[in-house]
């Protein structure tokens, strides 16, 4: 399936090295700490490139040594401690069998309660295994996994991302017994991740944490300018095409260097054909915006007067440290500190606007940003 891509600016999930700019001090220092033992957090804002990091380095991990089980879950849309378990399950199970058979005869009974159903996967007929998980043993099949991956005896890591979902399960707290399950399995590391960095960095920094203390953390930042052009290059130039640095540096720094957006921009540029200059950039955004516009406007729609009228001050303002200061309230005319208060903490929630660690509000979505600046006064008059 190798070099199978149409497009070498992947714009969805993990491809293989040759796609994959830079991030060379990041995964080194993964592999460092992870393949000596060390647990690990990686965060960042949204879409930077967490999940594509922790693919990479595993990607990396398994070409220097076959024989490491990599595991990796995102549990963003589980509800409950049994809907990750499930997924668990679905990861790992079966993946360790041994050749040994004391290991073998051990692990056979091991998940006699487990039913293992197999389905197909719609679009391309891949078989998948998933496990019916009573609700009831979850806590028990959860401890089972981890006896699983201790029995193999093979060097395994196991990445959990969206990991701050797990505080939103009803009932038993997950990461204690996640916790409590793993701590002393010598032949497993854990990485962690997620985009709700204060969650994070909560659940890893507070004694009142289970997990306080056991992890070091990996934050990401956007991937370099000139690693970056010198990465889109190296695409462009298969096409007899080139982008200059002057006009690299516009499409960055438009979307901040987040790293899908650029990626995004990348991608719609490689397909088209011509001389890519400052006019084919602005086109190109143009036209991704243009495709989203009835998903903002529906956002938009669904928004109080309150909300709407704070989000597109942020978006014109673009960064905004106090959102209830006298002098923003001012300058974008909107109503009370305690009524912004409330708009910022529902936007926040929602997504939409991200605070970043330093306590600074921006839109979440660079392309949505530029579209709410265009059409400021227009939402304005609402
Ligand atoms: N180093 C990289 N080189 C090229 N593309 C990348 C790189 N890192 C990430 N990407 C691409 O950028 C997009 C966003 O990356 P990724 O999903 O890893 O971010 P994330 O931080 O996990 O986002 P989220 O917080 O939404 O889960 C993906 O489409 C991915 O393919
Ligand atoms: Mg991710």
């Keep these: ?58 990607h990396m ?22 809907q990750m378990v499930q997924l668990l399950a679905g990861a790992i199970v079966g993946k360790l069998d041994s050749k040994k058979q004391s290991i073998q005869r051990k692990l056979s009974t091991m998940f006699r309660s487990l039913r293992p159903t197999m389905n197909f996967d719609a679009l391309d007929g891949t078989p998948t295994v ?25 060097r395994c890591y196991l990445a959990i991302d969206e990991f701050q979902q797990t505080l939103s399960y009803p009932g038993p707290s997950a990461d204690a017994l996640i916790r409590s399950f793993t701590q002393f399995i010598p032949n497993l590391t854990l990485i962690f991740s997620g985009s709700q960095q204060h969650l994070l ?4 920094l507070s004694p009142k944490h289970p997990f306080f203390g056991s992890a070091s953390f990996l934050s990401l930042k956007e991937i370099d300018e000139k690693e970056y052009l010198h990465f889109a290059n190296g695409f462009f130039s298969k096409q007899k095409r080139s982008l200059s640095a002057e006009d690299f540096h516009e499409l960055y720094s438009l979307v901040d260097g987040q790293t899908w957006f650029v990626q995004k921009i990348l991608n719609r540029l490689y397909s088209l054909t011509g001389n890519i200059d400052n006019g084919s950039i602005i086109t190109v955004v143009n036209q991704i915006i243009d495709e989203a516009e009835a998903g903002y406007q529906q956002i938009c729609n669904l928004l109080t007067v309150n909300q709407l009228q704070l989000l597109i001050a942020i978006a014109a303002a673009g960064k905004v440290k106090s959102p209830t200061s006298g002098e923003f309230i001012k300058k974008y005319d ?16 929602r997504e939409l606007v991200y605070r970043t660690t330093d306590n600074i509000y921006i839109v979440y979505d660079r392309f949505f940003n530029i579209w709410l600046k265009r059409n400021y006064y227009a939402l304005h008059q609402r």
């Design 201 to 204: 960095s909560e659940m890893f």
């Design 1 to 58: 399936m190798k070099n199978m891509i149409n497009n070498p600016f992947v714009v969805y999930g993990y491809e293989g090295p040759e796609f994959f700019c830079d991030r060379r001090e990041e995964t080194d220092r993964f592999i460092n700490l992870v393949t000596n033992g060390n647990n690990i957090v990686v965060m960042s804002p949204r879409r930077l490139g967490k999940t594509g990091l922790i693919h990479h380095a595993f």
């Design 334 to 349: 909107l109503p009370s500190p305690s009524s912004i208060k409330l708009a910022i903490d529902t936007l926040v929630d």
């Design 61 to 82: 991990m398994r070409e220097r040594d076959p024989e490491i089980a990599c595991f990796y879950i995102d549990i963003f849309a589980t509800k409950s401690l049994e």
């Design 130 to 154: 998933s496990f019916d998980i009573v609700p009831e043993q979850s806590q028990a099949t959860l401890s089972q996994i981890f006896k699983y991956i201790e029995l193999s005896e093979k």
